[in-house]
């Protein structure tokens, strides 16, 4: 079985702050992460591939990663930024495309969770770049919260021909053990046969010093019925991660949580969904 960890982001302090990184909290993410501090990991879980996705609405971050796709025969795609409302969306995409390493990207990812307007998806100008997207043959990475569930669901319907990647599985409220609501809006978005999303981030949703499998598992067996383990990818979110559980425990517990799919959805949620959809060599 071939691994994919579809989800997992580098960042480089001394190159471009991370501005979302503040509080006593998040103090553990105020350093360098580089490739090399993921690759030994990766390796060690069996992992032969990745797809590397953008932190922060900065044009500047997507050239970087894409040079690192290129430098790098871990990383197999780039999920980058562009400004979706510029009138030029199309035109940057070319550009991104001929950069080096630009075959890499494979998507574009918006931090739609801090857009204060929960419609910001069903704006017409984002709905154009969405277009835009669809048209240069990439994915749309979803990071949202669970109240722009509706919207995202909204825009996937609007857009039958783009694939919408729901990273997270929307960051339900593991914490606080809530599960219904989410639960109804997630299971709207999976009805539309466009959209996939990712068995990732959950171990930052619960509580970061006492969380255990069956924390997660009420959350996984919903995106499991909703949209089927040849519908969902496997991703890391490294180093974000690293706040609740080291590279080898988000694995295993991903692992755990699918034990009892056959051989062959496992192989679809540990590598053949993001293979197929991000399109990786």
Known sequence: MRVVDAHHHVWDLSVRSQG???GDELAPLRRNFALADLEPEARAAGVAATVL???VNVAGETPELLALAADHDLVGGVVGWTDLTAPGVADELARLRELPGGESMVGIRHQVQSEPDPQWLLRRDVLRGLEAVAAAGLVHDLVILPHQLPAAAAAAFLLPHLTFVLDHLGKPPVATGEHDVWA???HDLAALP???AKLSGLVTEARWDSWTPDDLRPYTETALEAFGADRLMFGSDWPVCLLAASYGEVVDTARSLTADLSGSERSAAFGGTATRVYGLE
Request: glycine share 0%; no cysteine.
């Open 20 to 22: 979302w990184i503040t």
């Open 53 to 55: 996705v953008q932190t």
């Open 184 to 186: 109804r809006h997630l």
């Open 194 to 196: 466009n959209t996939v």
